[in-house]
T-cell receptor
Framework: DQQVKQNSPSLSVQEGRISILNCDYTNSMFDYFLWYKKYPAEGPTFLISISSIKDKNEDGRFTVFLNKSAKHLSLHIVPSQPGDSAVYFCAASVRTGTYKYIFGTGTRLKVLA | NAGVTQTPKFQVLKTGQSMTLQCAQDMNHEYMSWYRQDPGMGLRLIHYSVGAGITDQGEVPNGYNVSRSTTEDFPLRLLSAAPSQTSVYFC?????????????FGQGTRLTVV
């Protein structure tokens, strides 16, 4: 039972264009969401997060959008750069209680120069 | 700051052998956790701990044991290695005193069980 789903295993985008990565969740108790980036042979690194009280959070080229009614979040990267090529994981957690994150299966982004 | 340190980086085990994956963090984080990453499966939570002396099971705990005697260390023990435990293992830690915060990950341990 996958509570956090990333239905696109891979995505290719031209340099300079927008990359949109999607994530869906099923558990309505999730109220904090994060995106992580992972390069080969490295650990995941935190990118950006959003609380359920917001519907948008921006950090430089990265914006996360949250649609609670649809149980959907997306990560927008504008403009995309070759260095953004990596695997992106979304994660969700419940604000109180166990503090544990549930991760999606990841989307491999390739930015073409 | 070293952050989260995992050792070893690589390990090959024979079926039935036991071993301990080490994880240490120097950020005084209360929460620590272990994940495994497998192709097409993402990161799955094995065990986690919200403080010294407190541990709990995640999504895939079978075949693994943990303990948390100090805030800094959270070792993961494989009791009797099986080929299905071939994976990349990541340790993560985060603070919990300010509500939801991001977790910091180690570099990973690539384990092969033959």
């Amino acid at each position: 039972d996958q509570q956090v789903k990333q239905n696109s295993p891979s995505l290719s985008v031209q340099e300079g264009r927008i990359s949109i990565l999607n994530c869906d969740y099923t558990n309505s108790m999730f109220d904090y969401f994060l995106w992580y980036k992972k390069y080969p042979a490295e650990g995941p690194t935190f990118l950006i997060s959003i609380s359920s009280i917001k519907d948008k959070n921006e950090d430089g080229r990265f914006t996360v959008f949250l649609n609670k009614s649809a149980k959907h979040l997306s990560l927008h990267i504008v403009p995309s750069q070759p260095g953004d090529s990596a695997v992106y994981f979304c994660a969700a957690s419940v604000r109180t209680g166990t503090y544990k994150y549930i991760f999606g299966t990841g989307t491999r982004l390739k930015v073409l120069a | 700051n070293a952050g989260v340190t995992q050792t070893p980086k690589f390990q090959v085990l024979k079926t039935g052998q036991s071993m301990t994956l080490q994880c240490a963090q120097d950020m005084n984080h209360e929460y620590m956790s272990w994940y495994r990453q497998d192709p097409g499966m993402g990161l799955r939570l094995i065990h986690y701990s919200v403080g010294a002396g407190i541990t709990d099971q995640g999504e895939v705990p079978n075949g693994y044991n943990v303990s948390r005697s100090t805030t800094e260390d959270f070792p993961l023990r494989l009791l009797s290695a099986a080929p299905s435990q071939t994976s990349v293992y990541f340790c993560a830690s985060r603070r919990t005193d300010r509500g939801n915060t991001e977790a910091f990950f180690g570099q990973g341990t690539r384990l092969t069980v033959v």
